[in-house]
């Protein structure tokens, strides 16, 4: 009819937006002792890898990107060992969540004791006491201030390098969150490696 238009509605199906991986910057001061330590950044998410890229090297770090689990398995299986210092790894992925990835890691002798820290949008009990349990160096919540970033790697790399001034002592059980918890008890005390495969144990002893 003439000047009576036709009205269209229209409903789009649209994928809930992921946290981003950074709140507003925060300056922090360098960690010269540091700098050049390699880190395997393991997302999904191609802008929340930028920004933790930006965000660790501008601290001095060396920034390698995976974009799901079964390419950051496969990047720690090729490399030699000490290669890689640390691990940033998102729990929400395709193809391979980060827990999986995690379980694959430690299999790998190389990553026995690389230090790895999840980061993710959940912040449930549940993903938390997942993560306590599968043996994480840490746990970050999505939005993250670089200042925060940068310290619980700053930790993490620095308990590494503290450990290795101590007696060894090697853990073997296939319970990860057994592991853990023993570890919390002797690392104080000791640098408390954990192997939760015996054909691993056996590989690791060998070259030992």
Known sequence: MLGIGTEFT???????????LSAPKVTSALIPELKGARILVVEDNMINREIARELLEEEGFIIDEAEDGTVAVEKLEKAEKDYYQFVLM????????????LEQLRKIESCINVPVIM????????????????????????????????????????????????????????????????NSILKDTYNVIMINSAKLAISYMSSH
């Open 10 to 20: 229209v409903t789009f199906k649209a994928k809930k937006a992921e946290a981003p």
């Open 90 to 101: 998102d729990i929400q992925m395709p193809i391979m969540d980060g827990f999986v990835t």
């Open 119 to 182: 980061i993710t949008g959940r912040s449930d009990r549940n993903t938390i006491f997942n993560s306590s349990a599968m043996g994480v160096d840490g746990y970050l919540v999505k939005p993250v201030a670089q200042e925060t970033l940068v310290a619980k790697v700053k930790e993490a790399l620095e308990n590494k390098k503290v450990s290795k001034n101590k007696p060894t002592v090697l853990m073997i059980d296939d319970d990860m969150s057994f592991l853990k918890q023993t």
